[in-house]
């Protein structure tokens, strides 16, 4: 499968750990995007990388969000001290260079604080 | 920022039937639209996609129309199927034109 691909699937944790997820982009791919996902809702635009460099970050994350890709590769995004506003979707895209390039999603981190 | 937001939450249409989903776009300066399905436990699927230079464009049994003067996108679906089930996102790219901005959804239900 050459698609992009998000570690773990699942992941239930309790307020206040720290939990980190990981993203695979498809591998000609040079930008990735970082979203998050409540029910009901679309997903809001985190972050994103282009090759190794972060670009644009949303006022949606806070400082216990940190984003990192250091080889132009794969991401991880690390939420530090989780609260229970936290639980949601995390959805990682990925994408070639350009105004308009079509961005291909991953299936998704699903996160739950108790 | 960014307001992306569809006229209605849900729609049903019976098997065969054309489906028509709707958005509206609230940033003038967009210049690319995509829609996305999306099916439970997954993430967005492209459907289509169309640049502010054009007015329509068809894929297979999907059409997008924009309307630049009132800032509206739809989605025309041609004799809907029940895997056509899902629910639709409209994104439009905003002022940098690198991060996407989503509307809430249309549920789509498929009645066959």
């Known amino acids: 499968d050459t698609g992009v691909s998000q570690d773990p699937r699942h992941k239930i944790t309790k307020r206040g750990q720290n939990v980190t997820f990981r993203c695979d982009p498809i591998s000609e791919h040079n930008r990735l995007y970082w979203y998050r996902q409540t029910l009901g809702q679309g997903p809001e635009f985190l972050t994103y990388?282009?090759?190794?460099?972060?670009?644009?970050k949303s006022r949606l994350l806070s400082d216990r969000f940190s984003a990192e890709r250091p080889k132009g590769s794969f991401s991880t995004l690390e939420i530090q001290r989780t609260e229970q506003g936290d639980s949601a979707m995390y959805l990682c895209?990925?994408?070639?260079?350009?105004?308009?390039?079509?961005?291909?999603f991953g299936p998704g981190t699903r996160l739950t604080v108790t | 920022g960014e307001s992306v937001g569809l006229h209605l939450p849900t729609l049903s249409v019976q098997e065969g039937d054309n489906s028509i989903i709707n958005c509206a776009y609230s940033?003038?300066?967009?210049?690319?639209f995509i829609w996305y399905k999306q099916e439970s436990g997954k993430g967005p699927q492209f459907i289509i996609d169309i640049r502010s230079n054009m007015d329509k464009r068809q894929g297979q049994r999907v059409t997008v129309l924009l309307n630049k003067t009132v800032k509206h996108l739809s989605l025309q679906i041609a004799a809907t199927q029940p895997g056509d089930s899902a629910v639709y996102f409209c994104a439009e790219n905003g002022n940098t034109g690198n991060q996407f901005y989503f509307g809430t959804g249309t549920s789509l239900t498929v009645i066959p």
């Open positions: 940033n003038s300066a967009s210049d690319y």
């Open positions: 990388f282009q090759n190794e460099a972060q670009l644009e």
């Open positions: 895209a990925s994408s070639l260079v350009g105004t308009g390039s079509e961005q291909y």
